[in-house]
């Protein structure tokens, strides 16, 4: 099973065409983009276009519980969000993904197109679901 991740790469398996919301959209906006998306999870992005973090669902619900409603409702995407600490690029293999996922305990990862911009244009999302399914194929 580790030939087949070790030989898949991410852009064969990510899901493509990422929600994006940009840093200063409401809190509403990032949540009619989930809705209507129907994702667990938007990336922020600045006005190029650049990543600067994720939104989840979890996300929105912790704050919900830390900060109420009004205050919620006041906030913005980058106050919000998750900074990136951590990306990959489409030219990785899924056991490089997997990995990275198992360390840093996390169930996505954003997919940057490296190039002139610093943080990337995300691409894609890889989700942990995505390298079983690739999994299951191989059993």
Do not use: W
């Not at 997919?111 to 244009?121: F, M, S």
């Amino acid at each position: 099973m580790q030939r087949v991740l070790r030989d898949t790469r991410v852009r064969d398996v990510m899901t493509r065409g990422v929600v994006t919301v940009k840093f200063y959209e409401p809190v509403k906006e990032v949540l009619s983009a989930m809705v209507e998306n129907d994702v667990s999870a938007v990336v922020v992005v600045d006005d190029r276009n650049e990543a600067m973090g994720i939104i989840s669902t979890v996300d929105v619900l912790n704050e919900l519980k830390s900060r109420g409603e009004d205050e919620v409702r006041r906030l913005e995407a980058e106050e919000l969000m998750t900074p990136f600490t951590v990306s990959i690029s489409p030219e990785s293999s899924l056991l490089e993904a997997a990995e990275v996922m198992i360390e840093r305990r996390i169930h996505r990862l954003v997919v940057l197109h490296p190039g002139e911009i610093a943080g990337g244009i995300p691409v894609g999302i890889l989700s942990a679901t995505d390298v079983l399914r690739v999994l299951h194929k191989s059993l």
